[in-house]
C-alpha cells in the first residue's frame, strides 16, 4: 500500500512541476504582450497570466516542430 502511494505522490508531484514549468514559461509571452503590443498596436489590451498560458498553449499545438531522422 506505501508502495502505490509513493508512486501516486511521484505523478502528482510530476504533473504539478510541468503545470508550474508551463507557467513560467509563459510569463516572457505575457510581458512581451503587455509591455510592447499595448502601446505599439490600436485596439490590443492587456492580458493576464492565464491567457499568456492559453497564447503559449495555442501556439505550441499550431506551431510544432517535427523532427525526423532518416536513415542514408
Known sequence: M???LVIVGAIV???A???LLSFLLSWPVYMLW???LVGAVDGV???DW???WG???LFGI???TTVSKESK
Do not use: R, Y
Request: hydrophobic content about 50%; aromatic content about 4%; proline content about 0%.
Open 45 to 47: 489590451h492587456q492580458i
Open 2 to 4: 506505501e508502495k502505490i
Open 17 to 19: 512541476g510541468l503545470v
Open 13 to 15: 508531484l510530476g504533473l
Open 62 to 64: 499550431l506551431f510544432k
Open 50 to 52: 492565464m491567457t499568456a
Open 34 to 36: 503587455n509591455g510592447c
Open 55 to 57: 497564447i503559449n498553449i
